[in-house]
């Protein structure tokens, strides 16, 4: 059997992803950014989403990872996205959005977005 490297959940939530800072490509605007913790957004919001919760500036904004990429995930490699894995993947869309200066507080992000940040960043 392969077994592959994982981003391992070691540590608490909120210390997953260290505090990061985007400058924006269009303003130069420098954003603050902190992870907080994630969340199932089936149950909340309704919505077919891994929820998770950072903080830009001091004001809370959710990025929400759609579910059905998850399942393409754990189809095609055969393991299940860790939470680690999926607060980088997370913070990778946060980020680019906040470099074209796209702050708002809920960001809904696409199964094809998922898929392609989890290419982008390596995750196998």
């Known amino acids: 059997m392969t077994t592959r490297p994982v981003l391992a959940n070691a540590g608490a939530m909120s210390q997953f992803i260290g505090a990061f800072e985007v400058t924006s490509k269009l303003s ?3 954003y603050q950014c902190r992870f907080s913790h994630m969340w199932n957004g089936i149950a909340t919001r309704h919505a077919d989403t891994i ?4 903080f ?3 004001a809370a904004h959710v990025v929400g990872l759609a579910h059905t990429a998850f ?3 754990r189809e095609k490699s055969k393991r299940d996205l860790t939470d680690r894995e999926a607060s980088f993947i997370a913070a ?3 980020r680019e959005r906040l470099e074209e200066d796209d702050l708002r507080p809920l960001y809904d992000v696409p199964e094809s977005e998922v898929l392609r940040l989890i290419a982008q960043i390596g995750i196998k």
């Open 28 to 30: 130069g605007q420098t």
């Open 56 to 58: 830009v500036d001091g």
């Open 92 to 94: 990778e869309y946060l």
């Open 51 to 54: 929820d998770t919760k950072f």
């Open 71 to 73: 399942v393409k995930f």
